[in-house]
């Protein structure tokens, strides 16, 4: 079966870290790009980090570059988010998404561009 699922999320206090994981099954992770996204309440989704296929390449938005990071394992076949020096408007249900293209820049971060998404997980950042 073709799926991402993700687990890590919680509750944290500001200031806390969590990881995030990405666990793909029925293909390989390093043949597509996978980004991130959260959707907070009343927000629309938005785009916050990508890792592409192949050489690792990643994307971060302005507003978590430098306290997030995006990864990769092979042999685990799955994509991380560390999150670091969390912040209470960081607080929402992260999803992780396949992208069926190389990404080159922040402009791969529109939700039409994926094929496949998971269910979410509920990060809370307590102030």
């Known amino acids: 079966q073709v799926q991402l699922v993700e687990s890590g999320g919680g509750l944290v206090q500001t200031g806390g870290s969590l990881r995030l994981s990405c666990a793909a099954s029925?293909?390989?992770?390093?043949?597509?790009?996978i980004s991130w996204f959260r959707q907070a309440p009343g927000k629309e989704r938005e785009g916050i980090a990508c890792?592409?296929?192949?050489?690792?390449?990643?994307y971060y938005v302005d507003s978590v570059k430098g306290r997030f990071t995006i990864s990769r394992d092979n042999i685990k076949n799955t994509v991380y988010l560390e999150m670091n020096n969390l912040k209470p408007e960081d607080s929402a249900v992260y999803y992780c998404?396949?992208?069926?293209?190389?990404?080159?820049?922040?402009?791969?971060?529109?939700?039409?561009?994926?094929?496949?998404w998971g269910q979410g997980t509920q990060v809370t950042v307590s102030s």
């Open positions: 890792i592409s296929s192949g050489d690792g390449t990643t």
């Open positions: 029925g293909f390989r992770v390093n043949y597509y790009g």
């Open positions: 998404a396949r992208l069926p293209l190389y990404p080159t820049g922040l402009w791969v971060l529109r939700e039409d561009l994926y094929d496949l």
